[in-house]
T-cell receptor, first 110, second 114 residues
């Protein structure tokens, strides 16, 4: 079991561009949550997907959207990138309890 | 809104000493309180968690206490070792039917000096 995996590891974009981040959950997990972790801060909840639907959403603008596929993997899309979107993006998978985090994608917006 | 405050932001101890990190949550509906350890450049890893029907939980050198009335919970690490050095995050969640959005504190950077 590879655990939670994310791709890519690092990404550099410029303001205004769009980005797609990917997450594969731990085997047996059906729920994927996405978090944004700015440098020196705790993770901030973006949204959670279950059965291919967005189930909960944090205080993030509509520029942040996502998708979950039938195999439970998930994507996070961010449009019209701002400098302030630079952060570590973490996904976490779960089923009925503990959330297991992936290694994250480090996004830098220039 | 939902909020978790965590103190202190940094903590420096000598090897063998105890370390205590405290958190306060705002949402009285919260019923699940995990603690994560994040080493530099690594993913957050769960080290211990507690649910609201329990007041204390221990796992070897680590313990967590919960005071629902005061909306406080704390992490206690005894006999600290240099490998305990990391950033520790508390979190709170209103866990129900799979809905488990985690609200994190800002983190505590723990340094254990040999």
């Amino acid at each position: 079991d590879a655990g939670v995996t994310q791709s890519p590891t690092h990404l550099i974009k410029t303001r205004g561009q769009q980005v797609t981040l990917r997450c594969s959950p731990k085997s047996g997990h059906d729920t994927v949550s996405w978090y944004q972790q700015a440098l020196g801060q705790g993770p901030q909840f973006i949204f959670q997907y279950y059965e291919e639907e967005e189930r909960q959403r944090g205080n993030f603008p509509d520029r942040f959207s996502g998708h979950q596929f039938p195999n439970y993997s998930s994507e996070l899309n961010v449009n019209a990138l701002l400098l302030g979107d630079s952060a570590l993006y973490l996904c976490a998978s779960s089923t009925h309890g503990e959330q297991f985090f992936g290694p994250g994608t480090r996004l830098t917006v220039l | 809104g939902e909020n978790v405050e965590q103190h202190p932001s940094t903590l420096s101890v000598q090897e063998g000493d105890s370390a205590v990190i405290k958190c306060t949550y705002s949402d009285s509906a919260s019923n699940y309180f995990p603690w994560y350890k994040q080493e530099l450049g690594k993913r957050p890893q769960l080290i211990i968690d507690i649910r609201s029907n329990v007041g204390e939980k221990k796992d070897q050198r680590i313990a967590v206490t919960l005071n629902k009335t005061a909306k406080h919970f704390s992490l206690h690490i005894t006999e600290t070792q240099p490998e305990d050095s990391a950033v520790y995050f508390c979190a709170a969640s209103m866990f129900s039917g799979g809905y488990n959005k985690l609200i994190f504190g800002a983190g505590t950077r723990l340094a254990v000096h040999p």
